[in-house]
């Protein structure tokens, strides 16, 4: 009997990746990730897994994401045991975001039980600190392109997709077919990161699709942080910049020491308030071995990537509300990214009403957050159990992104030197994976199907 390959999550939509390989005794997972976004998506977390856990021989895991591996928690907690294989960065990135997921889920849990706002007495949580806790004892870190054997006859490699820190696309070799998984596919010719590495033939293709239909806007981050920046400076206020805490915090601090380099922007103290940025921030700096050129020869020169002259961090959140009584013009980075939670609000609170603060957007912001209300003109805002009306300048930097857009996943496609059997389209919404799957057949006139979700297919 072949290998088969069940699509249980990130089909269809953008969270929730996971892939199940099935062969004979081996049973295999390609990533663990969590739903997020909609409210039906979210509650899919909490069924249980559909291949029983204990029956898992092992996780291979693309990268650190969330929506990657935030399940893995919930899985050892219905009694997986076995290793969780993947690159050395996403093994450190990890030991930050699974725990740090798991007080979410705490918090919110005692949050409803406090507000009695749940249906369910008690409200418990998704998954414990104890539970990220054991899964991180069960995780396996190899080098990239080194080859494993994830069960016996198998045989697996990850190779550098240059999407965050430590991620990889997945090899697998198996009953003499070979699975390439995607995982998040990264850019071409950005800073920090290596451009994604070219894999030469696969029998089966799994491809992301995030930005299956779309083009990135042209690259202006520069000048739109320079432009937020200046402001700042002419209004004598702060610029704020609600920012992801990996990968996009560390783009940022990287383009700020940059610009104060190229005398395009003065040396303004800029605090990094957030604990997870500046673990990751520390993270990235530890694994050299992963940056791209552009990295390496800052580095060379003595200076430290990740630091505008003038940068400070901000661990405590008693350090972080200081701040509310401190005069600009100065610069503060800080989490949530969409602003749905985190030490952003704080911030918020105190300085959106004042004209002279500058707020500057720098990642996606999804519908029903306030994120994406400020960025769409709203005069008010609600958070913190209060009304906050809005005089800052809200200002939208569009072309920072860590996925490949259609024109890149191409290129990346280009690479193969033969056709894949069969690909299949995953990790994106209806309209991106189609436009995707039509783009391939039509174009590359390869046999591509956009993967459903729940769908088993065979490799054979
Ligand atoms: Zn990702």
Known sequence: MSATLTFLG???TVTGSKHFLESGQTRLLLDCGLFQGLKELRQRNWAPSPVPAPSIGGVLLSHAHIDH????PRLGREGFRGPIYCTGGTADLLKIMLPDAARLQEEEAEFANRHQTSKHQPALPLFTTADAEGVLTQVRPVGFNERFSPAPGVT????NSGH???????????DGRTVVFSGDLGRYGVPIMRDPDPVPAADVLLVESTYGDRLHPADD??????????????KKGWLLIPSFAVGRSQEIL?????????????SLPVYLDSPMAIEATAIYARHPEEHDEDLKRVEASGERPFAPKRVRICKSVKDSKRLNDTDGPGIIIAGSGMATGGRILHHFVRRLPDERTTVLFVGYQAAGT?????????REVRMLGQVVPVSAAILVSDSYSAHADQGEILRWLGGFTRPPETTYIVHGEPDAATALQ??????LKWRAFVAQDGQRVSLG
């Open 10 to 12: 990130a089909a269809g």
């Open 254 to 266: 990287y383009d700020l020491r940059a610009l104060e380099d190229a005398s395009r922007i003065p």
């Open 164 to 174: 965050i820190l430590g991620a990889g696309l997945v090899e697998v070799s198996i």
């Open 221 to 234: 981050h520069h000048d739109r942080l320079t432009a937020a920046v200046a402001r700042a400076v002419q």
């Open 156 to 159: 697996a490699r990850f190779i």
């Open 69 to 72: 591996s935030g399940a893995l």
């Open 438 to 443: 039509e783009l391939i057949t039509t174009r």
């Open 370 to 378: 306030r994120g994406r209300l400020l960025r769409e003109g709203a």
